[in-house]
């Protein structure tokens, strides 16, 4: 077989019109008029046989305001069904139409296609009622190309402290029965010590699991216990890939596994998960085999509990991987050093040579009034990481060329430089930040779908940034501009257009939230999202975040935090009163330290930075240090100092995403802005008008005209 693309004089049409009608009780009618149309715009395409005949077709729309694909025949002559025709059309269909966030389509329930679409890659997503005469019920069936999202994204930065692990679908359907003497292991999981542990994961696989059940009215109530109860996990591009891998992996070793549950633990696979819980004996059998071939671990959940703390050590990404260095700095790239740096940088695997890199980074140095080039070192030791900053458009920050070396550096280094990246371009009053490298290594692709912000365009990642505090209807006017007049490539400017037109988005925190967080560093000022000012000590927060006061300090900052994209802060909870996640944080720096009065510290008594919360955790300080030491400073011994309530727990806050201000807001102009006379003695509360006033001034002096 082969593929062809026809148009309206192809004479494969009549061929097409012809399949299509005789087959229109299953796909729907379609005019004549308007498959010559579709054939026309190159939307039709037809599977040809070795004689040249047409054996069948896809028939396919591609919408621009959500960047998405429908299918809208998928049709083959009866004499060839059940030959892999189908397949061979929907796999051509999803390799053109990769740069989309996917394909959708409607299928009647009464078709029984439901193995079928699964087995093509395609979720159940939801069921409604039909225009049709008998009114039965259609399927909406997705197939996801992996894209990040505005919302559908896992959220990764709650993923972060916890390990995350995927339950199989038997797990599942145990702990939706609900009857406490039954299924006591995979229960196990739900219980209450383990809730600040685990993040209890699923695929979309779960959801065609759900589909096969024939009461309606059973399948809402199990897709909503699936969305309520546990974390969905996206699977990338590669999920067909792992599927053939893992089924020959299967097959090899004469396992008979449920197909349903074989695709469940490939886009487990594909979602870079790294632990699949199961009960399913010939799984568990094959754990050593799997992990092998695709780093996941197989475990049931009662070794899970026992073998918990050292799959987290196993397992954890930790920033603290920087101690050990003494000093990182970045310093401009000279010419005379392409030659040495090709040794470090070079990225051979994606099929570079030495001379295409040479000649890249020579072009920038020469172009050196449109190109910044810079490399991060450790003093005088070995480059850890370079990136090129290109500004040939005023809209956007391009980054052309974006390395870092492979050791244990790299995936925290290049978080680090892709955030500082963004507050850069938003601070240059651009408006966006592109990553444009053709030859990403796969720690650097890795930590850009991470950030889930960036959207995959025909030129690399584009991410928005809009240094901007705005209401929301200004934002989505200002997003339509932007996507209007700047190209195809910017229409990604319409859908979040669209979201903060969404009704309710200015009640709904977490959306606000989101919606900030994807624009970032935009802020939306009337959005119902909570501020508060929390004090914290010079110390700490030199030590957490705040690199102009390390930098007053004899040792400065220290690498192993300066580098973090987030930190956690403990205190009383009675200080902390009515925080709760998310909400936005002002950072007090105090004038006090103890007993030396904040002695050897500037520009203190003021607001500094300001950063998102993203969890607020009751509970006791070794518990507490326990599960965020990799993310600070303090000591068990500091936090044991930190006053107890009557239960004897403490609080803490987990924060990221921190903008330091160029301009300290004073204590005295605090108190004139928002009206009233704070001491910081606790987390106060703010009004947002106050908290826009502040945010403006802080980053006041940064923003060009």
């Known amino acids: ?26 796909v729907g009618f379609l005019a004549d008029t308007a498959f010559v149309d579709h054939a026309r715009r190159g939307n039709i395409f037809v599977a040809v046989d070795s004689q040249g005949e047409c054996i069948g077709y896809v028939l396919y729309e591609y919408t621009r305001r959500h960047n998405r694909h429908r299918l809208v025949h998928l049709c083959v002559a009866p004499a060839h069904r059940g030959k892999g025709v189908a397949k061979f059309l929907i796999d051509y269909l999803k390799q053109i139409t990769k740069e989309s966030n996917g394909i959708g389509l409607h299928c009647r329930e009464d078709f029984k296609l439901e193995k079928m679409w699964s087995r093509l890659g395609f979720v159940a997503k939801y069921d409604k009622p039909g225009k049709n005469k008998e ?42 029965i609900d009857k406490e003497t039954d299924f006591a292991e995979s229960k196990s999981l739900f ?9 209890l994961c699923i695929t979309d696989e779960i959801f065609n699991k759900i589909i096969l059940l024939k ?35 299967l097959s090899d070793k004469e396992a008979a596994i449920d197909e349903i549950e074989v695709r469940h633990l490939a886009r487990t696979i594909a979602s870079d998960s790294q632990v699949f819980v199961t009960l399913d004996s010939k799984l568990l059998e094959l754990s050593s085999e799997i992990y092998e071939h695709f780093r996941v671990s197989i475990i049931r959940p009662n070794d899970l509990i026992t073998q918990l703390d050292e799959l987290r050590r196993k397992l954890d990404y930790q920033p603290v991987r920087l101690a050990g260095t003494t000093h990182l700095e970045q310093i401009p ?3 005379g050093q392409e030659d040495l740096l090709s040794n470090y940088f070079q990225c051979e695997e994606q099929g570079e040579t030495k001379a295409e890199f040479q000649q890249q980074l020579r072009r920038f140095l020469a172009e050196s009034d449109k190109f910044e080039c810079w490399v991060v070192r450790e003093e005088e030791n070995q480059p850890l990481a370079l990136v090129v900053y290109g500004r040939q458009k005023k809209h956007e920050l391009e980054i052309p060329m974006l390395r870092v070396e492979n050791n244990p550096l790299s995936g925290t280094l290049v978080r680090h430089l892709i955030f500082k990246s963004i507050l850069r371009s938003a601070r240059e009053q651009r408006q966006f930040t592109r990553i444009s490298d053709s030859y990403l290594a796969e720690s650097v692709m890795t930590a850009i779908q991470e950030s889930s912000s960036f959207r995959r365009v025909t030129n690399g990642w584009l991410k928005i940034n809009l240094a901007l505090a705005e209401t929301a209807s200004e934002l989505s006017q200002r997003l339509i501009t932007l996507g209007s007049t700047l190209g195809e490539e910017y229409q990604i400017c319409l859908q979040f257009a669209e979201s903060l037109n969404t009704e309710n988005i200015l009640t709904d925190v977490q959306a606000s939230v989101d919606i900030e967080r994807f624009l970032f560093p935009a802020k939306i000022i009337d959005a119902d999202i909570p501020t508060f000012i929390i004090p914290i000590q010079p110390k700490w927060a030199a030590d957490l975040f705040d690199e102009g006061l390390a930098n007053q300090t004899l040792f ?69 240090y326990q599960r965020f030491q990799r993310l600070g400073v303090y000591k068990l011994s500091d936090i044991e100092k930190v006053k107890r309530d009557k239960h004897g727990n403490i609080m803490a806050i987990r924060f990221s995403d921190i903008e330091l201000f160029d301009t300290p807001i004073m204590l005295e102009t605090i108190r004139r802005i928002c009206g ?15 908290f826009i ?7 006041h002096t940064s923003q060009k005209s």
């Open 1 to 26: 077989m082969k593929i062809e693309v026809i148009d309206e004089k192809s004479p494969h049409l009549q061929t097409v019109i012809a399949l299509g009608d005789a087959n229109r009780k299953t």
């Open 135 to 176: 009114g039965k019920l259609l399927i909406y069936w997705w197939f996801d190309h992996g894209h990040a999202d505005l919302f559908d994204a896992a959220p990764t930065q709650k993923l972060e402290s916890r390990l995350c692990v995927v339950i199989d679908t038997q797990i599942f359907e145990e702990i939706y």
């Open 191 to 199: 219980a209450d010590w383990l809730q600040t542990e685990l993040e």
């Open 215 to 249: 009461d309606s009215k059973e399948r809402n109530k199990q897709r909503n216990f699936a969305r309520q109860k546990f974390t969905r996990l996206r699977s990338q591009q590669n999920f067909d890939s792992v599927v053939t891998s893992l089924s020959s992996l």
């Open 333 to 335: 790239v000279q010419k």
């Open 556 to 624: 400065g900052a220290k690498p192993e935090l300066a580098f973090n994209r987030e930190a956690v802060y403990y205190g009383a909870i009675q200080n902390l009163r009515r925080l709760q996640a998310p909400c936005r944080i002002l950072w007090y720096v105090s004038g006090t330290q103890g007993e030396r009065k904040g002695k050897g510290f500037r520009e203190v008594q003021s607001v500094r930075a300001c950063s998102y919360v993203d969890e607020v955790i009751i509970g006791k300080p070794k518990e507490l």
């Open 676 to 690: 009233k006379d704070y001491d910081f003695q606790w987390a106060e509360k703010n009004r947002n008008e106050c």
């Open 693 to 699: 006033k502040v945010y403006n001034l802080g980053i």
